[in-house]
């Protein structure tokens, strides 16, 4: 069985197209630091050149705009690259696999190519990758998710590049967006369990940002339907199978006659059925299991695992249309594009 969610009516800003214009430049460093172009170039590129409070003037300018020298010496601002940068929490993360493998084909038949960069899942890393990624000029940058910092928000502005944040969803983006809410997600899950019977929730997640949304919204809509305890155990991301076998154990040293456990992956999932199956807990008799992303063997464990599904191959395509369209010159009417989720519902509920 196969239950659809899709939010619909988001608001979205009015379209703008950055290439070719808005992008901040040299001479906007050296016009706010009060100093001639050439100056501004022999701070940024040979500092040993220019005094120190000239220095300081134009390190303090590139802080206030954003900018980030071209390092693809000689390269004209119309020219393009056709090279493409993504960044992922972490390359071992499967979930990602079906968006990047789609991402880069459909690159690939529009004459692009992909540079993947991994930031981590604290994202710790990303301000600087990012740095390194908008100073050789890609034509476009596709992100996960929206949770960036403020100097990395502004890097990506200042720099005019086209940028596609996707597995989230907001009604802001930085440029384009296609993926789909983490806290629909939480709220039908509960939802879901609630409708098979279900009254006393538990949640193994990982400890990053979007699983701790869906793990909000699934408490919150668990409330909404009387049931005020939902005993959470978060483990390190990325996930992993011990991991989930580990979150069962802590959940039922917790709280022993839990009977539905809904689990940010299904990598967790499959630990928390190990686990169940060794301790002698029928699956799902007595135990409902939920995971997340709905990845290959889900369908092929026994019992079967219900799953959230969502089109990571609808999320790639998009993704590389949004930035050929905008890289070549073309507009974008629909910058934020919500793909929805499913529940595919199967032996583990």
């Not at 134009?58 to 004209?76: C, F, H, K």
């Not at 539905?260 to 060794?278: I, K, M, N, W």
Request: hydrophobic share 45%.
């Amino acid at each position: 069985m196969c239950l659809e969610w899709r939010m619909s009516d988001q608001p979205v800003p009015a379209k703008r197209s950055r290439r070719g214009s808005g992008a901040v430049t040299l001479h906007d460093v050296a016009r706010l630091a009060g100093v001639a172009p050439i100056t501004a170039s022999r701070a940024v590129n040979t500092p040993n050149l220019v005094s120190a409070d000239v220095l300081q003037k134009v390190r303090d300018a590139v802080i206030s705009t954003g900018y980030v020298p071209n390092r693809l010496a000689g390269g004209l601002a119309s020219s393009r690259s056709r090279l493409v940068a993504a960044v992922v929490p972490t390359i071992s993360g499967a979930v990602f696999l079906e968006t990047m493998q789609s991402l880069t084909e459909s690159l690939a038949q529009m004459g692009y190519q992909l540079m993947l960069g991994q930031a981590g899942y604290a994202g710790s890393r990303e301000d600087a990758l990012l740095e390194a990624i908008v100073g050789r000029r890609p034509d476009g940058v596709v992100l996960t998710g929206i949770m960036h910092s403020a100097a990395g928000r502004k890097l990506l502005l200042a720099s005019g590049i086209p940028v596609v944040e996707t597995w989230d969803l907001t009604p802001t983006p930085i440029d384009m967006l296609v993926g789909f809410s983490h806290v629909e997600v939480g709220r039908a899950v509960a939802h879901f369990l609630h409708g098979k019977g279900r009254t006393r929730f538990g949640v193994v997640a990982g400890d990053d940002a979007r699983a701790r949304r869906r793990v909000e919204a699934f408490q919150d809509a668990a409330r909404a339907l009387g049931i005020a305890e939902v005993e959470v155990v978060y483990v390190p991301a990325p996930t992993t199978l011990q991991y989930g076998r580990d979150g069962l154990g802590k959940l039922l040293a917790a709280r022993a006659n839990v009977d539905a456990v809904f689990c940010s992956s299904d990598l967790l999932a499959l630990g928390v059925l190990t686990e169940a199956r060794v301790r002698n807990i029928p699956v799902p008799a007595q135990l409902a299991v939920v995971g997340f992303g709905d990845l290959e063997f889900a369908a092929s464990l026994a019992p079967s695992l219900t799953s959230v599904r969502i089109n990571g191959a609808a999320i790639g395509k998009q993704a590389a249309r949004f930035i050929v369209d905008r890289a070549e010159g073309r507009e974008v009417s629909e910058r934020v594009i919500d793909i929805g989720f499913q529940i595919i519902d199967r032996e583990s509920t």
